[in-house]
């Protein structure tokens, strides 16, 4: 099982920035495709991110597609989500989750089902 934990959320106005960080308990997250999902009340929570184990591939949702961009670094076993261009309706709990190391791969890489382990959220709160 591995352990994540979020942190970076706040709150911005429309067209500003924020950067998100999850912490992997794991000592060789190299393992682990990681995305991101958020969610709002009364929703589904929805893939926003995604990132294979080695970092070689990324799937974005379209809503997000060139705003928003996630990276990895193994050596430190953290994930990133680098949010630009912000919108009110990115307003939401964000979560990152671990997956197996082929799920990345996939078309199943954005399916919250793919991801057994959850870190606790950090609220986003986008104003206009």
């Known amino acids: 099982q591995v352990q994540l934990v979020e942190s970076g959320g706040g709150s911005v106005q429309a067209g500003g920035s924020l950067k998100l960080s999850c912490a992997l308990s794991?000592?060789?997250?190299?393992?682990?495709?990681v995305a991101w999902f958020r969610q709002v009340p009364g929703k589904e929570r929805e893939g926003v991110a995604s990132?294979?184990?080695?970092?070689?591939?990324?799937f974005y949702n379209p809503s997000v597609k060139g705003r928003f961009t996630i990276s990895r670094d193994n050596t430190e076993n953290v994930v990133t989500l680098q949010m630009d261009s912000l919108k009110p309706e990115d307003t939401a709990m964000y979560y990152c989750?671990?997956?197996?190391?082929?799920?990345?791969?996939?078309?199943?890489?954005?399916?919250?089902?793919?991801?057994?382990?959850w870190g606790q959220g950090t609220q986003v709160t986008v104003s206009s």
């Open positions: 989750a671990a997956g197996g190391t082929t799920v990345g791969l996939t078309q199943r890489a954005l399916n919250r089902r793919e991801y057994p382990d």
């Open positions: 794991h000592t060789d997250s190299s393992k682990n495709s």
């Open positions: 990132i294979s184990a080695g970092g070689t591939y990324a």
